[in-house]
C-alpha cells in the first residue's frame, strides 16, 4: 500500500520557519516526482512547489518562490520543504503528493493526510 | 496561468439522482500532439485529504466506481455523478496539469437534497 506520512507543522509567528517532511512507503520513491499542496483552512487547493524523482529540477509556485525550498532525500524515501519568511496566508494544511511520474508532472495519486501550519503571532 | 471555473459552487441531489459539475478553463488544455486533454477530477470528503477520480479528463482512477464518468475537450469539461449516494458527499475540484503552475478549480460542494 502506497503511504504518504507528513510531519512538522505547527505554530509560527510571522516571519519564522518551520520544516515540514513527509515519509512515503509502499512504492518506489526516487521513481516519482513528488509535491507540496497546500489548503488554507476553508479554502481550495493550491499547488505550491514539485521536484522530480531524482531531485534535480524544482518548480515553485510564485507566492512562495525564494522563501520556500524542496529538497528529497531518495536514501530516507522521504520529501521535505523548508518554509522560510512564513507569512500569515501561508496558514494552511500541507500535503505531500506523488505525481504521475518522475519527470512528469501531472496529477497527484495518492496525498498524504496534511500537516497543518497556522502563522501567527 | 490558466484559470479554472466550476459552476455551480454547490448542489444539492437526492440520492439516486444524477449530479453534473461543470469545470471551465481560460485556455484550452488539449495537448495537440497526443490528442489528450490534462486535467484531471478530486473528490474531497470531510475532513479528508483529496482524492483522485479521474485523470485525461476521462479515464477513471482504478477502484473508483463507474457512476463517476468525466467528460469533455478544450476548455469546457463536466463531471457526473450518475446515481448519487450518500458516500458522495463531498467538494469536487477540477485541476490542469497543462502548464505550469498547475491549478484547480475553486470547488464544488455536492450535497444531499
Known amino acids: 500500500e502506497v503511504l504518504l506520512l507528513e510531519s512538522g507543522g505547527g505554530l509560527v509567528q510571522p516571519g519564522g520557519s518551520l520544516r515540514l517532511s513527509c515519509a512515503a512507503s509502499?512504492?518506489?520513491?526516487?521513481?516519482?516526482?513528488m509535491s507540496w499542496v497546500r489548503q488554507a483552512p476553508g479554502k481550495g487547493l493550491e499547488w505550491v512547489s514539485a521536484?522530480?524523482?531524482?531531485?534535480?529540477?524544482?518548480y515553485y509556485a510564485d507566492s512562495v518562490k525564494g522563501r520556500f525550498t524542496i529538497s528529497r532525500d531518495n536514501s530516507k524515501n522521504t520529501l521535505y520543504l523548508q518554509m522560510n519568511s512564513l507569512r500569515a496566508d501561508d496558514t494552511a494544511v500541507y500535503y505531500c503528493?506523488?505525481?504521475?511520474?518522475?519527470?512528469?508532472?501531472?496529477?497527484?495519486?495518492?496525498w498524504g493526510q496534511g500537516t497543518l501550519v497556522t502563522v501567527s503571532s | 496561468d490558466i484559470v479554472m471555473t466550476q459552476s455551480p459552487d454547490s448542489l444539492a441531489v437526492s440520492l439516486g439522482e444524477r449530479a453534473t459539475i461543470n469545470c471551465k478553463s481560460s485556455?484550452?488544455?488539449?495537448?495537440?500532439?497526443?490528442?489528450?486533454?490534462?486535467l484531471a477530477w478530486y473528490q474531497q470528503k470531510p475532513g479528508q485529504a483529496p482524492e483522485l477520480l479521474i485523470y485525461?479528463?476521462?479515464t477513471r482512477e482504478s477502484g473508483v466506481p463507474d457512476r463517476f464518468s468525466g467528460s469533455g475537450s478544450g476548455t469546457d469539461f463536466t463531471l457526473t455523478i450518475s446515481s448519487l449516494q450518500a458516500e458522495d458527499v463531498a467538494v469536487y475540484y477540477c485541476?490542469?496539469?497543462?502548464?505550469?503552475?498547475?491549478?484547480f478549480g475553486q470547488g464544488t460542494k455536492v450535497e444531499i437534497k
Open positions: 509502499g512504492f518506489t520513491f526516487s521513481n516519482y516526482a
Open positions: 521536484i522530480s524523482g531524482g531531485g534535480g529540477g524544482t
Open positions: 485525461w479528463a476521462s
Open positions: 503528493a506523488r505525481d504521475s511520474h518522475s519527470n512528469s508532472y501531472y496529477w497527484f495519486d495518492p
Open positions: 485556455q484550452s488544455v488539449l495537448y495537440s500532439s497526443n490528442n489528450k486533454n490534462f
Open positions: 485541476q490542469q496539469y497543462y502548464s505550469t503552475p498547475r491549478t
